[in-house]
């Protein structure tokens, strides 16, 4: 009995599943993903993407979520995928429901927060879904899906460090300029703070 045909739907419905290592948001609403291939004789796969930033230091781990999401389709064959940087990324590329939820493109930021006084103490909680994804749950209960990179944010987020000090630690951590940490940090805690995983 031969395997069933894989379609297009599937995996990018696979691919939703997939959350960006740094926007908590999947890829596909992100427009990381920019092409999708399947072969019709042996349902091989190749899946052409990019990445939010050249120096992503996590584009590995995002390459192995796609992978395993895509793999559980029923008959898929080999999984190939091309990380591409032309066209290069931006936040036009997104969903626009996806970029108005997150706050993009909004001339005002819903939190303004003081960078060197702000102390950002995390709220909610942290849980394991049962196919092994994380999701931090604010005091409504309400889901959020995050990785490992979020979550080591988040819990860094104890009340005893500014906007700024943060940026110093994940600066050094892993080892990105500045500029361009504290650019994702704020996001982050804006994301946070909207999300209510974090105290105004």
Known sequence: MSAPQVTKDQIY???RKCMDPEIPVNIV???????????????????KMTMTT????????????VK?????????GDIDV?????PPWSIEKMDPVAREKMGFGKPKLRFQVDYEKYQPLKRGRLTKQKDGSLALLNEREQGFMVN??????WESCDGTKTINEL????SGK?????????QEVVQLVQQLLEGELLRS
């Open 13 to 15: 419905s696979a691919l």
């Open 29 to 47: 609403e992100l427009g990381l993903v920019y092409g999708v291939q399947v072969k019709p004789e042996n349902n091989n796969v190749d899946i």
């Open 54 to 65: 050249r120096g992503c230091p996590l584009h590995e781990t995002l390459v192995s979520d």
């Open 68 to 76: 395993r999401h895509v793999a559980r389709i029923n008959g898929i």
């Open 82 to 86: 091309h990380i591409v940087w032309d």
């Open 148 to 153: 490992h990179a979020i979550v080591d944010f």
């Open 167 to 170: 940026t110093d630690q994940f």
């Open 174 to 182: 892993l080892a990105l300029p500045r500029e361009q940490v504290e």
